[in-house]
């Protein structure tokens, strides 16, 4: 079990509930345009928000953003080590970089010092596109083992200089790449880990390919924080997030929305019905099951686990809740009445 550590007010590690995190992709220096952006993530459950800071006008702009809003604030900060010193200055609760590409020994020094003093954990974000050309000369290519070895030489540029406080990732595009180098870190090290598979693409093949990766880590034990990156609308991320976490029944924040893939036997229009369904869901923060079943076979039976749920007929459906029929509804009063049994459990 990896160590734990606390982003802001948020444990990660050693048991703690499974983070969800986001990155904004305004400009850091638009306060309120990121200031918005992350206030919506947190309202959809985010529990992390991540913003780049190119320059030092973005660095401090996070003061005033840390100000205005509810949930702990990373820098990704690449290059310049100044830039992860006035991120810190400005009151972040994480800072993300490589230690390897921040400058010098003594630009490494100095933000580990400073992060020490001001309480703040640094992640060292390996991913396979900035793997050190000497470890890829060993390595052939950005391997599984190229990767912890990468964050193995920015790990000791910390230690050395006695800071600890430390989280890790390390995200291939590739999505075996990505699982093994992490199963491989985990076996050595007890840092708490973040997972994601980078660059993992648009909705439909990021979500896929981030379900398979950081699914397969999580039903592992490994993994304590995590981001869904999507080439997309940053709230989708949180909207994929939970559902992993949901499938893996490791949060009781979310309702769980279980439905039939319909058949010849559904009489009445049940693919519009799931979809109005789990979109409402979204907003229901409640451990619960709901079920949406096509018909009498797929219905109180094979669903008699949900909490409540309807089973299609003939232009109407039945409303049961844990396998016992509760009432017969017409079919354009269904969803109404599923929401309020919903909101009176």
Not at 8 to 17: E, F, I, L, Q, T
Not at 155 to 182: P, Q
């Amino acid at each position: 079990m990896s160590k734990r550590i606390y982003i802001g007010n948020v444990p990660v590690g050693s048991g703690a509930p499974i983070a969800i995190q986001s990155m904004t992709n305004t400009l850091t220096a638009d306060v309120s345009s990121t200031v918005e952006q992350i206030n919506s993530l947190a309202a959809a459950g985010c529990d992390i928000v991540r913003c780049a800071v190119p320059d030092m006008e973005s660095a401090k702009a996070l003061a005033e953003i840390k100000k205005r809003i509810s949930i702990p604030l990373v820098a990704d900060i690449h290059f310049d080590y100044k830039l992860a010193l006035a991120s810190i200055e400005s009151g972040v609760d994480k800072v993300r970089i490589n230690p390897g590409n921040i400058g010098s020994a003594e630009g490494v020094k100095a933000v580990a010092e400073a992060a020490k003093s001001a309480g703040v954990p640094i992640r060292i974000g390996v991913n396979s596109g900035s793997v050190e050309k000497n470890i890829l000369a060993k390595h052939g290519s950005p391997t599984a083992a190229a990767l912890v070895e990468s964050a193995e030489e920015h790990m000791k540029l910390l230690t050395d200089f006695g800071f600890h406080d430390i989280l890790v990732s390390l995200k291939a595009s590739d999505v075996k790449t990505t699982i093994e180098a992490y199963r491989i870190f985990a076996s050595k090290y007890d840092y708490p880990l973040h997972l994601g598979v980078t660059e993992a693409g648009t909705y439909l093949g990021g979500t896929v390919k981030s379900a398979v990766g950081i699914g397969s880590l999580l039903a592992d034990g490994i993994g304590d924080t995590f981001r869904v990156s999507l080439t997309d609308e940053p709230i989708k991320e949180i909207v994929v997030a939970r559902e992993i976490l949901k499938a893996l029944d490791l949060t009781d924040k979310c309702a769980r929305l279980v439905s039939c893939p319909t058949c010849g036997r559904t009489k009445i229009d049940l693919i519009p019905l799931a979809k109005k369904v789990e979109e409402y869901l979204l907003t229901v923060n409640k451990p619960i099951t709901v079920a949406v079943m096509g018909c009498a076979v797929n219905g109180p039976g094979e669903a008699r686990e949900a909490d409540i749920g309807i089973a299609g007929g003939n232009g109407e459906g039945l409303i049961f809740r844990k396998g016992e029929i509760i009432r017969k509804v017409p079919e354009d009063k269904l969803f109404e009445e599923l929401k309020k049994e919903i909101e009176n459990l």
